[in-house]
């Protein structure tokens, strides 16, 4: 067994090399194929996506409770004001647990502009420059 190993293993090489000699490199052929796998992946990221959204807004008790704000205290703290049932609640969520705080007795306004943070950013870091 041993002498027909060895020839084998030692044409190896030899083989391997003609291989990497003889192949087109980067032929149209391979980069068609390879950009129409990834219209493929890229189509079906997209249709999981749609389905996924689609799956949420059917969930029973999906449309009963609002998110009206959220405010980041920690890596894994933050504060939600949420409606239900026509009435603002606070909670405080940890990473363990969630904590009813208390309910608003004047709603927040869920029309209010978004905070506009690239003028926040700028104001920010044209105090530090003036500091400097």
Do not use: C
């Not at 705080?101 to 926040?120: G, H, K, M, T, V």
Request: charged share 20%.
């Amino acid at each position: 067994m041993r002498k027909h190993v060895l020839p084998l293993l030692l044409s190896a090489p030899v083989v391997a090399e003609e291989a990497v000699q003889s192949a087109p490199v980067g032929s149209g052929a391979d980069l068609l194929n390879v950009f129409g796998s990834l219209v493929i992946v890229l189509g079906l990221l997209f249709a999981l996506a749609w389905f996924y959204k689609k799956m949420v807004q059917k969930l029973p008790g999906s449309g009963q409770i609002k998110v009206v704000s959220s405010m980041m205290l920690g890596p894994r703290e933050r504060l939600l004001v949420i409606e239900l049932q026509g009435k603002q609640r606070v909670l405080g969520v940890t990473g363990q647990q969630i904590n009813f705080l208390f309910e608003l007795e004047q709603p927040l306004s869920a029309d209010q502009p978004p905070l506009d943070w690239r003028r926040q950013w700028q104001q920010l870091l044209q105090g530090k420059k003036d500091t400097n």
